[in-house]
């Protein structure tokens, strides 16, 4: 049977991974600075990982949410010490976009409204109401263009925003914590502030997309917590589970549940939580919010010399380098040459690093050598 052939694919194939290295069947070792889109936060095989998910395996790896779920509130309690979203509610289900999926219906049944506000360079996902609300109009299919209405504005223009917020029939802003796939752009401090004001005033649940940004990865449990505003509901994926597939989604408490009203087969089993539950213990256990940050700054400090580089974009260990050419063969030379694994964005000009958290600094120094010695 063919594979349905939709990746563009680097001929590489990884047959192992351990902290910040993959290796390939050649036993070729790469340094990732790209985590599988994001994903990989405490690092390929982490003991504390390994170890946590195989005793949930040894015990009980799956059952469905019809029976009490205990480790769900194990995962729940951690989430609320680490976030400081000690009232919001937890749900949990397999995908970002599963995530988002569900946080724009849960803003239109909160609020008996259809409209949602979203941003140019928007990326939430591939099912239908991700896919609304996200920027790219070559990703949908006929079945996808009469959907819900969505009005797309700039990303911190506030004439716009307060136009768009104080018309009728809006249930939902969703904004990115730093958008990803659009490129490292991100709402000001001064704009979520005002964002989360004119969703207050309005009755608008503000939705922030932290699937990408949150988890530590801006060097914040969440990269909108460096506005010091609260969102009523945080879409999370990726970095939760460090590769097992997971997502959720945190709730202001005045969303009120009712059975039924979300469902899913597979979210918040054991084998999910547990993976999650490794997660929280090695961020807090190796204090990995102060080590981004240390990390991002010496490599920011490294790189800003560099004259090729146009501008470094992003927060934390989610950054964007900016040349004013485009990256493919530079990426392709990080890879091919120097065995450094790095990501593309929808800008052309911009690789994207986001690796494994605990990376330290003696082992990404490697990649800003590297770009010297290519961009010489
Ligand atoms: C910000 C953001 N939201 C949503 C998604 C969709 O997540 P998934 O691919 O898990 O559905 C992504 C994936 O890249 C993302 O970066």
Redesign the pocket.
């Known amino acids: 049977m063919s594979l349905f052939n939709v990746y563009p694919r680097f001929d590489i194939t990884l047959t192992r991974a351990k902290g910040v290295y993959v290796f390939d069947s050649n036993n070729q070792q790469y340094l990732d600075l790209y985590g599988g889109?994001?994903v990989i936060s405490i690092g390929h095989s982490h003991p504390a990982y390994i170890n946590q998910v195989t005793a949930q395996l040894e015990k009980i790896g799956y059952y469905s949410n019809s029976v009490n779920m205990p480790i769900q509130e194990v995962l729940a309690n951690k989430l609320a010490a680490q976030s400081g979203y000690h009232n919001h509610q937890l749900f949990l289900c397999n995908?970002?976009?599963?995530?988002?999926e569900n946080a724009i219906k849960l803003a239109s049944f909160h609020t008996g409204n259809k409209k949602v506000i979203a941003f140019h360079g928007s990326?939430?996902?591939?099912?239908a109401a991700?896919l609304n609300v996200t920027d790219n109009p070559k990703l949908s299919a006929p079945v996808n263009l009469d959907n819900f209405p969505v009005e797309f504005i700039d990303l911190n223009n506030v004439e716009q925003l307060a136009d768009a917020v104080n018309s009728n029939d809006v249930c939902a802003v969703i904004v990115?914590g730093i958008?990803?796939?659009g490129g490292l752009n991100a709402p000001t401090e001064d704009y979520l502030k005002l964002l989360a004001q004119l969703c207050k005033q309005n009755s608008v649940v503000l939705i922030v997309?932290e699937?990408?940004?949150g988890y530590g990865r801006s060097g914040k449990f969440f990269a909108h917590q460096y506005a010091g505003i609260e969102a009523d509901i945080i879409?999370m994926?990726?970095g939760m589970g460090n590769g097992f597939p997971v997502?959720g989604l945190l709730i202001h408490p005045d969303i009120k549940p009712e059975h039924g009203m979300l469902a899913t087969t597979f979210g918040g089993n054991h084998l999910a939580c547990a993976a999650g539950i490794a997660v929280l213990d090695t961020l807090a256990d190796e204090e990995l919010l102060k080590h981004v940050i240390q990390v991002s700054k010496w490599l920011i400090n490294e790189l800003q010399p560099i004259t090729k580089i146009k501008a470094i974009k992003g927060k934390g260990l989610m950054l964007g380098v900016e040349f004013d050419f485009p990256v493919k063969e530079l990426r392709t030379a990080l890879l091919n040459d120097c065995y450094i694994l790095t990501g593309a964005s929808a800008n052309p000009n911009l690789l994207r690093i986001l690796p494994p958290l605990p990376i330290k600094i003696d082992e990404i120094a490697p990649f800003s050598i590297a770009l010297k010695e290519i961009l010489a």
Do not use: L, Y
């Not at 995908?95 to 988002?100: D, K, L």
């Not at 990326?123 to 099912?127: A, N, Q, V």
């Open positions: 889109h994001g995908s970002g976009a599963e995530a988002n990326f939430h996902g591939r099912t991700a990115e958008q990803g796939v997309d699937i990408q940004s879409t994926a990726k997502g």
